[in-house]
């Protein structure tokens, strides 16, 4: 680990003196866990690859803001708020581009899940994993947004508040809102969890 | 699950502040001591801590493709590729974008407003416009004798033209500027001589056409009427109408409808004698060297102004309220395409 850190602190350092190739490596490596992020908030693989590819770019360009610290956390803090900047936009924006539409040898189905084994992964089937994503997906975009980087990023309440621009009180109404909402619809998929997460 | 329509969003609140610890000490403890003998409100919490646990368990997916960066990527404004999405707040030009869309609109209200105040200034200046018009009008009448030839012209077709198809004639000279520009060209005292020696020449082409001289007097009586409505009157008290009477009578049909629909004061109560008085004495340099017993026709431009501008006013009102209304649309539009811009 102490490896991997000081070759991710090399990485940083090339990248900011303008390097791409040791940025492009960074991206090998955070990668997935960012088109996740991006998935769980966009609902949608083409524009969770786009404002992941559109997340990267913003954050090399703005790599002399990183001071130090957590790389992963500041990378996807730009994810989520690439993400975030482009629900508001979709949402004052509806309408589908040619850009959304699925190009060639990219299908809209669901995203495989990263085959690395964890104890929760080998717990959850892929079908439910979808319902769940559809249940999150069903939220309105305010409510998702929190929801995600709440119970995906694990991100504060006060972190959350500062990252979107709003008040504590109004973090704290939409992820229990949206909580309620995900719970109601788990309830039509219930044959899919397993006996101890029947709710 | 039938515990949750049990609980109020406010009691849903809770318990999810709750699970993430985000309750003061106060609420925390009242919670517990509910949740303690509040068996549904229980069940819920683990439902709600159960449902966290699996968002919160979601698998790590595979990114469907490589997101590296290339040269070409990084030097280019705007991704290649991908479609453009909306930056961070804090990226410099986010605050404000206009694409090429809100910069046409923005274009078209100023168009708009321009336009308004075009309307606006424009009808501002028409009574100016309008008062030019009379004054040159009353140059005309006074200080611009028009040529011989145009004379004739205008005498021919007024005198001459007694075919049944001038209807349309007949009304064009009962417009008022075509009425006044008669009456400085009929000033002319040569040109008048010239017309009615013309007319004295002229065989008598038709049977019902009256001898040149009545027939000059019958049109200086009849067709100059409108021409000169104001002065007319004032004429009008010298002589009885029993002595327009035949001269009138002997008009063909034509111009007997024509009489029907011009004023009737001149052709009934002037005298053809007094009006050729008037003539003469129209004949002046100047205006205010017009005599004093003909004054009245001096003030006759003068006192078509003001007609002319309350005709005008109704269109005045109506450009200027148009104007305005262009004014309001294109000051509401470029207010709508700055704050869409602003919102992105």
């Known amino acids: 680990m102490a490896g991997d850190a000081s070759q991710e602190t090399a990485w940083i350092q090339s990248a900011q003196a303008g390097d791409i190739d040791a940025f492009n490596s960074l991206i090998l490596h955070y990668q997935d866990m960012a088109f996740s992020i991006a998935y769980r908030m966009m609902g949608d693989t083409q524009r969770a690859a786009d404002a992941t590819q559109d997340a990267f770019l913003t954050a090399f360009r703005r790599l002399e803001t990183y001071l130090g610290g957590n790389f992963k956390a500041w990378l996807m803090k730009i994810v989520t708020n690439t993400c975030y900047d482009a629900l508001r936009y979709e949402k004052r924006r509806p309408a589908t581009a040619f850009d959304d539409l699925t190009p060639d040898g990219m299908n809209d189905e669901p995203p495989i899940p990263d085959p690395t084994p964890t104890p929760e992964q080998h717990l959850q089937t892929a079908e439910l994993s979808q319902a769940i994503q559809q249940c999150i997906d069903a939220l309105g975009a305010d409510q998702r947004v929190v929801l995600v980087m709440s119970d995906v990023e694990g991100y504060s309440y006060q972190e959350i508040a500062d990252h979107i621009g709003t008040q504590l009180g109004t973090v704290k109404s939409r992820l229990s809102r949206a909580r309620a909402g995900v719970r109601q619809c788990l309830q039509g998929v219930r044959e899919l969890l397993p006996d101890v997460y029947r709710l | ?344």
Do not use: C, H
């Open chain 2, 1 to 344: 699950m039938s515990a949750e329509q049990n609980i109020s969003p406010e009691e849903f609140e809770l318990l999810s502040a709750y699970l993430d610890n985000m309750l003061n000490e106060t609420e925390r403890l009242a919670l517990e001591a509910r949740l303690a003998e509040n068996e549904p409100l229980r069940a819920e919490l683990e439902a709600l801590r159960a449902t966290i646990a699996l968002i919160n368990g979601l698998p790590m997916l595979k990114a469907p493709r490589n997101f590296i960066l290339t040269p070409q990527m990084v030097k280019s404004k705007t991704e290649v590729g991908a479609p453009q999405l909306v930056k961070s707040k804090t990226e410099v030009g986010r605050i404000i974008r206009f694409p090429i869309s809100s910069v046409m609109s923005a274009a078209a209200s100023f168009v708009i407003i321009i336009l308004g105040i075009v309307l606006i200034f424009g009808d501002q200046s028409s009574p100016q416009a309008t008062s030019s018009q009379d004054t040159s009008v009353a140059l005309m009448v006074t200080n611009t004798p028009p040529s011989a030839s145009d004379i004739l012209d205008m005498e021919q077709e007024n005198v001459v033209d007694t075919s049944p198809d001038t209807s349309s004639q007949r009304g064009a000279m009962l417009t008022p500027t075509l009425n006044v520009a008669s009456m400085g060209m009929m000033a002319q005292p040569t040109s008048t001589d010239e017309v009615f020696a013309e007319m004295a020449m002229q065989p008598a082409n038709q049977s019902d056409i009256p001898p040149a001289p009545d027939r000059a007097e019958n049109i200086q009586g009849t067709q100059m009427a409108p021409v000169m409505p104001m002065p007319m009157s004032t004429l009008s008290a010298t002589q009885s109408v029993e002595e327009e009477m035949p001269i009138i009578a002997s008009v063909p049909a034509d111009d007997q409808e024509m009489m029907d629909t011009m004023p009737m004061t001149f052709a009934e109560e002037t005298p053809p004698s007094e009006f050729f008085e008037i003539l003469g004495n129209a004949i002046l340099p100047t205006a205010t060297s017009i005599p004093t017993d003909t004054a009245t026709l001096s003030e006759t431009p003068s006192q078509i102004a003001p007609k002319a501008d309350e005709q005008a006013s109704a269109p005045i009102n109506i450009t200027s309220i148009i104007g305005m209304a262009f004014i309001l649309i294109g000051i509401i539009s470029l207010i709508v395409v700055v704050w869409r811009g602003r919102k992105g």
